[in-house]
């Protein structure tokens, strides 16, 4: 019952949930201080905003997602809702990567 | 599962909260970008761009951000004999940024 679904590396995910945690913070301040409260006027449609931007999305579905992943492995006991979640998860993630992607890259033209 | 009262119990929970409920947010905020850029979504941008979401969510946001400063620091410094004290100066530092924060909006 202890593996399942699960990927056999704990270890990475722990780790990589920090990294992404530390590089979401510095592109969220980024993000929130020249977007949403205008400390400078900003082109989105710059390809250093759109590599941000894309590396943002990614960043943060890995981390939403294993932070939800972490949730069913602590409150969800039945095996089936744990491997639709599983599946969830996955989808979820491919589907918002897609908007974020037809999103940011044709920002600005 | 049974949880005790304690701060760093409490911090645990209040991260999974926080953590959960900002998840959303940014998977809606990715939904209503997509809209702005293809049509539709307008109500859920005006849900996601109002003053009481945005006054939540900010907190939620530096609320998750320090309590995950905090984590970094007792997980890779000797974080077992300070980490109550780091909440606490973590919540001092919060409650700052999040009056600056809150006249900036």
Do not use: C
Request: glycine share 12%; proline share 1%.
């Amino acid at each position: 019952m202890a593996y399942q679904t699960s990927s056999g590396n704990g270890a990475f995910h722990w780790l990589f949930q920090r990294i992404s945690g530390i590089l979401i913070a510095i592109i969220l301040f980024i993000h929130l201080g020249a977007i949403h409260f205008g400390i400078s006027t900003v082109d989105l449609g710059s390809p250093t905003w759109k590599v941000l931007h894309l590396a943002f999305v990614v960043l943060l579905l890995y981390h939403i997602l294993m932070g939800f992943w972490l949730l069913v492995e602590d409150y969800v006991r039945t095996h089936w809702i744990r491997i639709s979640l599983y599946g969830l998860a996955w989808v979820v993630g491919l589907v918002f990567f897609i908007l974020g992607v037809v999103t940011i890259v044709p920002f600005g033209t | 599962m049974l949880y005790r009262w304690q701060t760093g119990a409490t911090a645990w929970l209040l991260h999974r909260i926080t953590g959960a409920a900002v998840g959303i947010y940014l998977l809606l905020h990715i939904l209503g970008q997509f809209g702005m850029k293809y049509g539709g979504f307008e109500g859920l941008r005006n849900f996601l761009n109002a003053k009481a979401v945005v006054v939540i969510l900010m907190a939620f946001l530096i609320y998750h951000t320090l309590n995950g400063v905090r984590e970094l620091i007792v997980d890779f410094g000797n974080g077992a004999l300070y980490h109550k004290k780091l909440f606490w100066v973590m919540m001092g530092i919060g409650g700052i940024v999040y009056v600056v924060t809150l006249t900036a909006l």
